[in-house]
Every structure is written in structure tokens, then in C-alpha cells.
């Protein structure tokens, strides 16, 4: 298992502990990257590994500098799999240091990438979702992905589509070699993708599914916590393209906001295709909405949402034409190239 940590001190342990206490753990080996971190990470770490029985299996590596061209996060995923591979692992497990794994989590990656003989196989994992942002907004940001990576899609050889959840991903060593390593993707903002599409691509099978029993640790406190975190690749997403944004944003108020415009626009016949069409958006949300435990009423509210990830979208871009492109955790990962 690697874990890329910069600044995790106030979740790491919880996630540290959860990963020794699986099902399979005899068969686990913990690397955690200290990617420069000013807050006690490592401390956390050890003290986590240290009420364990099993904190012979954590190690904490101390980062290299980043050099030019790497993405802080795939740069200290890079350092942790140096050091992973001597040990020829059957699989890399690359996980998040907010994730609290359930006991059988990776035990029921395993079983689901070698039944179906899946080179990368990733759980997008229950997200926090308590407060008044995080329910408007949480169960919108897993729908929307869902829309851009089906995985069903994903899932099919014969289409090109590949994605992945970042958060917990299991790979076989042997695809990520074909693939052409992590430096293949060493600046890509979007790493989980990029990767799914590096093991596609060169002939390997990727799995997406949900977990409601593993989940992130980060909570979003706030409106501007969201968009920060939207913002941060939703202009990289769309390649940069002020095309693809226009018919992006366009898409998104046609589909999204306008049935509820003809609800007031005085027609009758106009109102009701636009009643039935929000009726209809409402329903596919509901499934989302019923995972994440919400009162069904909530997806009622999914024309918000797109209006709010429509502005967060306009300022990525905006960020990354200012060259700010990217920003997280006091580094700029998605500059704009001159």
C-alpha cells in the first residue's frame, strides 16, 4: 500500500489504522510518503502504527524534493513504489490519506480484480456528506463523474472510456510497466483518469465501482472548500478548450436549468415539458441521492448544483489563463504552459 501524505496530520491515523486492522493484512506492506509536510504527518503516522500489534508493516518514507514536471502527488506515489517494488507485490494498493478503509476493503478489491482479471481496479468510496454544502453539492460532484465515466464504460474493452477513483485504487505492477510507469502521467492533474487511461490504453482492464462501507475522511466545511476543490481540475478536465467550456456551460443550463425556466414562462405546454423533463433529471438523481442516505427531496435540488458547478467550472479557467491552474496545498499543478 502507498500513500502519498502532504499536511494529513489530522486524518492519517484514522486511515493508517484502518488499512491494519484488514481481513488480508498479513499480506500488507504500508508506505507512507511524507511529501514535505509541516504539521506532524509522520508523527501521526507512528503514533497510529504504534497502538497497532502490527506496526512492523507501516513505514514512512521522507519525500525527495519535487522536481520540474511532476504533480506533487504522483511524484511521492512514484518514491513509494521504488521502494514497494523489491518486494514484488502481486498488486499496488494507492490510496488517499483521508480514506478509512472498511476490514474487508481491500480483501474485496483483490477478489474483484482477479475474478475478473482486472489490471486496475478502484472503489469510488462514500464521500463526507453532513453539512448543508456537502449535501447540495457531495452527492452531485459522484453523479456528474459517473455521467463522464459510466462504468459500464469503463468496464468494456471495446470503448476507449477509462477512469478511475484516486482514493483507492488497486494495480497490477505488470500493467503499470506497460503502461510506461507513473512518469508517463508524472504532470497530470487528474492522476486517477490519466492512469486508468495509460492501463487501458496499452491493453489492460480497469473496474470502477462504489463502496458506501470505505469512506473519505475530509469533510468540506464550507461553499468556497467545495469549489476550491472543483475548481482545481474541472478547466484541466475540459483540456484547456474555452470551446469545450462554452459547450460545456451551455450544455449544463440547456439540460439542468431550463426545464425549470419554462416552468414560469406562461405556457402551459411549454411548462409541462419542462415539468416532466425536471421530473425526469430528479429521478436519475435519485439513485445518487438514496446512496448517500439523503431524504429523496434532495434530488429535487440537482439544478442548483449545476448551476454552481457551471461557475466553479468558469473560474478553473479563469485560474489557469491567471496561472493558477491547479492550485492545492500551497502548489500550482496545472500552470499554463507559454
Same mark, same amino acid.
Given at each position: 500500500?502507498?500513500?502519498?501524505?502532504?499536511?494529513?496530520? @489530522?486524518?492519517?491515523?484514522?486511515?493508517?489504522?484502518?488499512?491494519?486492522?484488514? &481481513?488480508?493484512?498479513?499480506?500488507?506492506?504500508?508506505l507512507?510518503?511524507? *511529501?514535505?509536510?509541516?504539521?506532524?504527518?509522520?508523527?501521526?503516522?507512528?503514533?497510529?502504527?504504534?497502538?497497532?500489534?502490527?506496526?512492523?508493516?507501516? +513505514?514512512?518514507?521522507?519525500?525527495?524534493?519535487?522536481?520540474?514536471?511532476?504533480?506533487?502527488?504522483?511524484w511521492?506515489?512514484?518514491?513509494?513504489?521504488?521502494?514497494?517494488?523489491?518486494?514484488?507485490? /502481486?498488486?499496488?494498493?494507492?490510496?488517499?490519506?483521508?480514506?478509512e478503509?472498511? =476490514? /474487508?476493503?481491500?480483501?474485496?478489491?483483490?477478489?474483484? %480484480?482477479?475474478? $475478473?482479471?482486472?489490471?486496475?481496479?478502484?472503489? #469510488?468510496?462514500?464521500?463526507?456528506? +453532513?453539512?448543508?454544502?456537502?449535501?447540495?453539492?457531495?452527492p452531485?460532484?459522484?453523479?456528474?463523474?459517473?455521467?463522464?465515466?459510466? =462504468?459500464?464504460?469503463?468496464? /468494456?474493452?471495446?470503448?476507449?472510456?477509462?477512469?478511475?477513483?484516486? $482514493?483507492?485504487?488497486?494495480?497490477?505492477?505488470?500493467?503499470? *510497466?506497460?503502461?510506461?510507469?507513473?512518469?508517463?502521467?508524472?504532470?497530470?492533474?487528474?492522476?486517477d483518469?490519466?492512469?486508468?487511461?495509460?492501463?487501458?490504453?496499452?491493453?489492460?482492464?480497469?473496474?470502477?465501482?462504489?463502496? !458506501?462501507?470505505?469512506?473519505?475522511?475530509?469533510?468540506?466545511?464550507?461553499?468556497?472548500?467545495?469549489?476550491? #476543490?472543483?475548481?482545481?481540475? %474541472?478547466?484541466n478536465?475540459? +483540456?484547456?478548450?474555452?470551446?469545450?467550456?462554452?459547450?460545456?456551460?451551455?450544455? #449544463?443550463?440547456?439540460?439542468?436549468?431550463? =426545464?425549470?425556466?419554462?416552468? $414560469?414562462? $406562461?405556457?402551459?405546454?411549454?411548462?409541462?415539458?419542462? !415539468?416532466a423533463?425536471?421530473?425526469?433529471? &430528479?429521478?436519475?438523481?435519485?439513485? #445518487?441521492? +438514496?446512496?448517500?442516505r439523503?431524504?429523496?427531496?434532495?434530488?429535487?435540488?440537482?439544478?442548483?448544483?449545476?448551476?454552481?458547478?457551471?461557475? !466553479?467550472?468558469?473560474?478553473?479557467?479563469?485560474?489557469?489563463?491567471?496561472?493558477?491552474g491547479?492550485?492545492?496545498?500551497?502548489?500550482?499543478? @496545472?500552470?499554463?504552459?507559454?
Amino acid at each position: 500500500m502507498i500513500i502519498p501524505a502532504r499536511d494529513e496530520a @489530522d486524518v492519517i491515523g484514522r486511515s493508517v489504522s484502518s488499512l491494519l486492522h484488514q &481481513s488480508c493484512i498479513e499480506d500488507l506492506q504500508i508506505l507512507i510518503v511524507d *511529501d514535505n509536510s509541516s504539521d506532524g504527518t509522520a508523527d501521526a503516522v507512528l503514533r497510529a502504527a504504534s497502538a497497532s500489534a502490527q506496526a512492523e508493516r507501516v +513505514r514512512v518514507i521522507t519525500g525527495r524534493p519535487l522536481p520540474p514536471g511532476w504533480s506533487g502527488k504522483l511524484w511521492a506515489v512514484q518514491q513509494g513504489i521504488e521502494q514497494a517494488a523489491p518486494l514484488n507485490p /502481486d498488486f499496488f494498493l494507492l490510496t488517499d490519506a483521508d480514506i478509512e478503509h472498511a =476490514p /474487508d476493503n481491500v480483501a474485496r478489491l483483490v477478489e474483484t %480484480a482477479e475474478s $475478473g482479471n482486472y489490471d486496475l481496479a478502484s472503489f #469510488m468510496v462514500m464521500l463526507h456528506c +453532513r453539512n448543508l454544502a456537502e449535501k447540495l453539492l457531495i452527492p452531485a460532484f459522484v453523479f456528474f463523474f459517473l455521467l463522464l465515466y459510466p =462504468p459500464r464504460w469503463i468496464g /468494456d474493452p471495446r470503448r476507449k472510456t477509462a477512469g478511475a477513483a484516486g $482514493g483507492c485504487m488497486l494495480l497490477s505492477p505488470a500493467a503499470l *510497466d506497460r503502461a510506461g510507469g507513473i512518469e508517463a502521467i508524472r504532470h497530470e492533474t487528474i492522476d486517477d483518469c490519466a492512469l486508468a487511461r495509460a492501463v487501458k490504453r496499452t491493453g489492460g482492464r480497469v473496474w470502477l465501482g462504489l463502496t !458506501a462501507d470505505t469512506r473519505s475522511l475530509r469533510a468540506y466545511n464550507s461553499f468556497a472548500e467545495i469549489e476550491r #476543490m472543483i475548481a482545481r481540475t %474541472a478547466f484541466n478536465q475540459l +483540456r484547456h478548450s474555452a470551446w469545450l467550456l462554452l459547450a460545456t456551460v451551455l450544455a #449544463m443550463l440547456l439540460v439542468f436549468v431550463l =426545464p425549470l425556466t419554462l416552468l $414560469g414562462s $406562461g405556457s402551459l405546454r411549454l411548462a409541462a415539458i419542462g !415539468a416532466a423533463v425536471y421530473l425526469l433529471i &430528479s429521478a436519475a438523481y435519485l439513485p #445518487m441521492i +438514496r446512496f448517500y442516505r439523503l431524504n429523496p427531496l434532495w434530488a429535487l435540488t440537482l439544478p442548483l448544483s449545476a448551476v454552481f458547478y457551471v461557475a !466553479a467550472t468558469v473560474h478553473s479557467a479563469f485560474k489557469y489563463w491567471l496561472g493558477r491552474g491547479g492550485e492545492w496545498k500551497g502548489r500550482t499543478q @496545472d500552470a499554463r504552459r507559454q
